[in-house]
């Protein structure tokens, strides 16, 4: 009897090891993947603008947490809803460019960006950190002119990545938009068409895609 009790121990002993090897191995793969993508950010911010003067940056701002996907808005949100989303590309326009780090800042509903205590970019403002393909997404609303001006709606965008320094590029304007001049049509930084023409989706959003181009 003592013979069988003891053999039933080692059995459930091996057993416990058996099944507590993959959870082992799944947490350190977690733990090695995070600290993987925490290096990169920090290389990464290496190149960020770290001017406190700097009217247009952001990206040595961003969070630890900083995912491909971001969202801005929330039900409750004044404004209509918008989602973005693109791919960042090399130098040739083909090959994804990864472990790029998107900042960008809007305008309000009412043409307005930091009011009293917030940010001077204000609360529209977030980043992202393009996934192995290259992608970003985020959701927010869409912004409004400044107030009383001529000037065309627009999201700005910044883009570092390990071997880039943080430099603005064409930012997004909206197709139909009149106050869109000829010479902001024609890209300069960035790539590709920086106006962007939106379609509501299923779930009501209007959406509209805006691929970069690194240079």
Known sequence: MERRTETRRSFLKRS??????PFILSCGGGTVAQKAESDLLAAIKK???SDPNCEWCGARDAPADVSW?????????TGEKLRVSGSVF????ITPAAGTLIYFYHTDAHGKYGRDGQHRHGQYRGWMLTDAKGRYEFTSIIPASYPNSTIAKHIHMTVTSRDLKEDWIDSILFDGDKFIT????????GGFDPVMKLQRGPDGIMSGVRNIRLP
């Open 16 to 21: 416990s090891a058996v099944f507590a090897l």
């Open 90 to 93: 090399r130098a040739d326009g």
């Open 69 to 77: 996907k971001t969202s801005l808005a929330g039900a409750a949100e």
């Open 47 to 49: 190149n960020a603008i």
């Open 182 to 189: 000829e010479r902001e049509r024609t890209p300069r930084k």
